[in-house]
């Protein structure tokens, strides 16, 4: 309200002003500083410099002459701003008055205009002396430097013997120009009215501005640049155009040199101009021609003008306001009043700009002074700069700034809403910060609560009372709460001590959970959860006897090792179960970071406890069960550390009962801890870390387990998952033997199970299909010839290629990732065209290393062991071509030793083998049978494909021996020490 008030008043004092009294402020220096006062400021040096708005005072009026300004002092200041120069400007003063009274032209002091009249013609008197003094000076300095040229300009621009910031301001501003310099404006257009600072780097547009302030005509025109939005900085152009049609016709206020040869320059925007085209380069040309009677200074030869910078021919672009539309404009002048008046309401920076305006005295009852002044202190883009300047009809000049208002208004309401929602936020939160501080000052006057420290001291001391702590831990702890006792609670020491404290206390110091000692009840708890695996269960029963005996139960590392799916990381669930022990798993797999396991130093940001200290946070007990998973692909060291080499502190019995943490640093019992490890081969477990476990090999489940497995387990779980009852489904035994040898061939069961949740899955489908259409649900019978309804075909088919095998093929036996599969070797005689050739053996079927060397040792052996059975035969000096069928399978190893030599000889005497016959071992140059692995897995697949003899090596008795009953049986089963034995069942 205020400020309408303030606006209205303003607008009825500017009617009733004289023109007299415009010409006297406009003259007087407080003029300048009112215009200083307001809007946008330029700080210089410590003064402050206006770049708004320059009022109409300062625009031409007839007979005005050039004089020197001074902006020396601060906005406020009633210096006047002479400095230590008042002294002789008083005595020149009264040599002049005197020779006035002389000549009689003194005036009267009462008039109001006397002394600025005065004070215009001593200036202007000053300045032509001092322009006469630094022409000559200029004149013996003509070899002067392009950039000695800008200072020559400041020199000449400043007032003789004064301060570095009094300058020369605009003389007459010409009514109209016929050409003009042009300098292009790289970001927005400058509009009338208004001040600018521009910095220039261009030399030969540094020179032509200094040359036109030498010479008292400091004019030029201010165009647009088109493409201005390329966010390039251009001084002059090549083409009018490059530049806008509608510029603005600008002089220098002051000027200053700044780093890198740059020139910044003050300027005051007056009226705006039209470019009609470039004019020609002239030597004799100045840069604005006024109609008004103006002396212009002509340059001088050694200030000929640059000729690469343009020079334009211009017009005055009026502005045209049509009669029949003086009451439309009235209206939009005011709705533009009072769309501003309510944009300063809400923008604090632009009511503090209008409140200069007002002290400016600008006449705002001048539409086009409006329009312009609405349009510069909103700020808004450069096209709408531009287009208010391209614009001749004022109605439609109003039109354009009543739309960027409207948009300014806008955008003001929604700034003030997001700044009273995050202030009304921002008072909630220091309302309640403050009533939470007066509740806690209140509760600690009272004595109900004490400070954050003791609170934590005693909470600590409650959470260890009562514990069986180590004296090392317990000292450590004490000197902790001691030093958190001292440190103030915001302090970041504070928060880290704390954050010790507490990993500290919370760990279970002398906690046990009782082991069970009942054998029983431990071995049917593993029955409940897992067929089979009598390897595994014997060894926990022994642990539990050795418990019983000794009282307490020792810390143990085993490792399970065995092919995905086998149950290694179940049953150590069961174990613990079954050993009434906490349990914790973590999965070591890919772990390349040492922290993991022995934690971070307290120093680090973020720090905290390995994986085996959070294990005893986790369970709250000393002697849990720990299951390091995937042992087996552990990450080896590198900038973080070996995580295997941490992994022996912690696993070693001799280290782990004083275990150090880098976090915690106090040692930490880890010996009544069992440890189990996973692991599915044991060629990447390093050596010393292997040497410290007690391995348990599981190699698998037979026909037999995996049938009673899904019996047991897998068809129950199935039915829970898919919500079937047990008269819904019926999978008979024929179908689950066919499920196993012709889908599900693995050691493990893992793809068995998603088989078995298929078959259950596509019943409930049938069952609920059949519900849906009202119909009775049927009791759904799987079969082995309804098997590939719910599973598709059969993936395996029988390994058995001969039913019948011809000389020079015999079958071997192999162990696979899938359980163990037979192994076909062919061998053929190829003829040879040379008559010289003494033999050769091609190998075929992706044959790995281990097992071409084991080809080459049987070729060797065979042709010596057909010299000991016959003499004459000298098949071996025939090239023969050895093949392994399932040439896409990598095969390897040296146990197809004895299959191989029996195949060459087999085709070497043109016998076959005996049918129904497998075998498998390594044979070595002397004729040696040697042990071989996965005799499980080999026999297995034998029966499988109905092998009725089989050969052993004779160190894998003790494994054979070892098989179930069901698997031994009726099954001939030789042992060889030596080649011979093999040679002898296999040609029987």
Request: with cysteine; aromatic share 6%; net charge negative.
């Amino acid at each position: 309200c205020r400020l309408s008030i303030v606006m209205a008043s303003f607008v009825g004092r500017l009617a009733s002003r004289t023109v007299a009294l415009w010409r006297a402020t406009a003259m007087s220096r407080r003029s300048v500083q009112s215009l200083a006062s307001h809007s946008l400021r330029v700080q210089r040096n410590g003064q402050r410099w206006s770049t708004l708005v320059v009022p109409p005072s300062m625009r031409y009026q007839p007979g005005m002459q050039a004089r020197w300004l001074t902006m020396t002092s601060p906005v406020g200041s009633q210096d006047d701003g002479d400095g230590g120069n008042d002294k002789g400007d008083d005595a020149n003063n009264t040599k002049k008055t005197k020779k006035k009274k002389e000549t009689g032209e003194e005036k009267d002091e009462s008039d109001p205009y006397a002394k600025v009249e005065d004070q215009v013609t001593s200036d202007e008197e000053e300045g032509k002396a001092n322009n006469q003094t630094q022409a000559a000076e200029a004149g013996e300095s003509q070899t002067a430097s392009p950039d000695q040229d800008a200072e020559v300009m400041l020199s000449e621009h400043r007032k003789p013997n004064a301060g570095s910031f009094e300058v020369l301001g605009p003389p007459s501003v010409p009514k109209s120009v016929e050409d003009a310099f042009v300098l292009p404006i790289n970001d927005r257009p400058i509009l009338p009215f208004s001040v600018r600072v521009l910095e220039i780097e261009d030399p030969a547009v540094i020179r032509r501005i200094s040359h036109l302030i030498r010479h008292g005509s400091p004019f030029f025109g201010a165009f647009l640049r088109k493409g201005h939005g390329d966010n390039k900085i251009v001084d002059k152009v090549d083409s009018p155009q490059d530049l806008e049609e509608v510029g603005t016709l600008v002089s220098v206020a002051d000027a200053q040199q700044v780093e890198s040869g740059r020139l910044r320059l003050w300027v005051q925007a007056h009226y705006a101009i039209q470019a009609l085209g470039e004019m020609q380069h002239e030597d004799d040309r100045h840069a604005a021609t006024s109609t008004a009677d103006i002396d212009v200074i002509p340059p001088s030869s050694t200030d000929a003008l640059e000729q690469d910078v343009m020079h334009l021919r211009v017009q005055n672009f009026e502005t045209v306001s049509p009669e029949d539309k003086k009451n439309m404009i009235r209206a939009l002048a005011t709705e533009v009043t009072s769309t501003l008046r309510d944009v300063a309401t809400f923008n604090p920076l632009l009511r503090d700009n209008l409140m200069g305006i007002l002290e400016a005295r600008l006449r705002l009852d001048d539409y086009e002074v409006l329009s312009n002044v609405a349009m510069t202190v909103t700020a808004p883009g450069a096209d709408d700069m531009q287009n208010l300047l391209n614009e001749p009809d004022l109605e439609k000049k109003l039109q354009i700034t009543l739309d960027v208002l409207k948009q300014e208004l806008l955008n003001a309401k929604l700034q003030k809403q997001i700044r009273d929602d995050v202030e009304k936020k921002l008072d909630e939160q220091r309302r309640e910060h403050l009533l939470q501080e007066q509740l806690k000052a209140l509760r600690r006057e009272l004595g109900m609560v004490k400070d954050d420290s003791d609170t934590l001291i005693e909470k600590y001391r409650a959470a260890i009372a009562g514990l069986d702590i180590p004296e090392k831990p317990k000292t450590v702890i004490n000197e902790e709460l001691q030093k958190l006792s001292t440190l103030e609670s915001h302090s970041s020491e504070f928060q880290v001590t704390r954050a010790y404290l507490d990993w500290l206390t919370v760990l279970p110091w002398g906690k046990f959970t009782k082991d069970t000692t009942d054998l029983d009840k431990a071995l049917s708890v593993l029955d409940e959860e897992h067929y089979g695996m009598k390897d595994v269960k014997d060894r926990i029963l022994e642990f539990i006897a050795v418990t019983a005996l000794k009282g307490h139960a020792q810390g143990k590392i085993l490792t399970f090792v065995g092919p995905p799916g086998v149950g290694k990381t179940s049953i150590a669930k069961s174990i613990a179960k079954a050993l009434n022990k906490e349990y914790f798993r973590f999965s070591v797999g890919g772990l390349h970071d040492v922290a993991e396991i022995k934690g971070h130093r307290r120093t680090y940001v973020g720090a905290m406890p390995g994986k085996p200290i959070q294990c005893l946070k986790s369970t709250q007990s000393c002697n849990p069960l720990i299951l390091l998973d995937e042992v087996d692909k552990i990450g080896r060291g590198g900038y973080q550390g070996d995580p295997t080499s941490a992994l022996l502190e912690l696993l070693d019995p001799e280290q782990n009962k004083n275990f150090l943490d880098h976090y915690l640093d106090v040692p930490i019992d880890f010996s009544s801890v069992l440890f189990l490890c996973t692991a599915n081969v044991l060629d990447t477990v390093p050596g010393p870390l292997l040497d410290r476990m007690e391995v348990i090999d599981l190699s698998g489940y037979m026909l037999d387990e995996k049938i009673n497995i899904a019996r047991k387990y897998l068809i129950p779980t199935a039915m829970e998952t898919t919500g079937l009852s047990e008269g819904d489904l019926t999978i008979t035994d024929d179908a689950l033997e066919l499920l196993v040898q012709g889908y599900c061939r693995e050691s493990g069961v893992r793809n068995l199970q998603k088989h078995v949740e298929k078959i259950h899955r596509k019943a409930a489908l049938a069952i609920v299909q059949k519900r849906q259409q009202n119909e009775a649900s049927p009791q759904i019978v799987v079969n082995a010839d309804a098997l590939h309804d719910y599973v598709g075909q059969r993936i395996f088919s029988s390994d058995k290629l001969y039913e019948q095998t011809p000389p020079g093929i015999v079958m071997g036996l192999a162990w696979t990732a899938m359980g163990g599969s037979t192994l076909y070797i062919e061998t053929v005689a190829v003829k040879s065209r040379s008559s010289e050739s003494k033999g050769s053996l091609q190998l075929t079927g992706s044959l790995g290393d281990v097992m071409k060397e084991s080809a080459q040792i049987s070729y060797t052996f065979a042709k010596n062991f057909l010299d000991t059975q016959d003499a004459n035969n000298d098949f071996f000096n025939t090239d023969i071509s050895l093949h392994v069928p399932e040439g896409a399978t990598p095969k390897d190893g040296p146990s197809a030793g004895c299959t191989m030599v029996t195949a060459l000889l087999s085709l070497a005497l043109d016998r076959p083998v005996r049918q129904s016959f497998a075998m498998t071992g390594e044979v070595s140059l002397t004729g040696k049978v040697l042990k071989v692995g996965g005799i499980k897995e080999k026999v297995l697949a034998a029966r499988r494909e109905g092998v009725a003899v089989l050969v052993l090596p004779a160190a894998n008795k003790a494994d054979f021996e070892e098989l179930p009953d069901y698997l031994r049986d009726n099954l001939e089963v030789h042992f060889a020490k030596t080649y011979q034995d093999v040679f002898e069942v296999a040609f029987q």
